[in-house]
Nanobody, 130 residues
C-alpha cells in the first residue's frame, strides 16, 4: 500500500522560508516522478514542481522558479520542497504526489497534470502572512 505523508507546513511571514517533506512508502519509486501541487481556496489544484527519482531531473512552474527547490533523499525515500522568498499568493494546501513508473522525461503537460499522478498525500497547509 503506497503512502505519501507530507509535513513541514505552517505560518510564515512574507519573504520567509519553509521546507516541506514527503515521506514515501509502500513500493519502490526508482522509476517514478514525484511532484508537489498546491490548492488555494476556491482555486484548482496547480502544479508546483516535479523530480524524477531515477536521475534527479527537476521541473518547475514558472510562478515558483528561482524561489522553490525540489530535491530527494534516496536513503530516506523522502522528497523535499524548499520554499524561499515566500509570497502571500503561495498560501495554499500543498500536496505530494507520485506517478506510476516508468515516468517519462520531465517537462511539458504530462507532469503538470494532476491526473497523471496515482498517489497523493493528505496535504499540508502553508500560510504566508503580510
Amino acid at each position: 500500500q503506497v503512502q505519501l505523508v507530507e509535513s513541514g507546513g505552517g505560518l510564515v511571514p512574507a519573504g520567509g522560508s519553509l521546507r516541506l517533506s514527503c515521506a514515501a512508502s509502500g513500493r519502490t519509486f526508482s522509476n517514478s516522478a514525484m511532484a508537489w501541487f498546491r490548492q488555494a481556496p476556491g482555486k484548482e489544484r496547480e502544479f508546483v514542481a516535479a523530480i524524477r527519482w531515477s536521475d534527479s531531473s527537476t521541473y518547475y512552474a514558472d510562478s515558483v522558479k528561482g524561489r522553490f527547490t525540489i530535491s530527494r533523499d534516496n536513503a530516506k525515500n523522502t522528497v523535499y520542497l524548499q520554499m524561499n522568498s515566500l509570497k502571500r499568493e503561495d498560501t495554499a494546501v500543498y500536496y505530494c504526489a507520485a506517478d506510476r513508473p516508468p515516468s517519462p522525461l520531465l517537462g511539458g503537460s504530462y507532469h503538470r497534470a494532476a491526473g497523471t499522478y496515482d498517489y497523493w498525500g493528505q496535504g499540508t497547509q502553508v500560510t504566508v502572512s503580510s
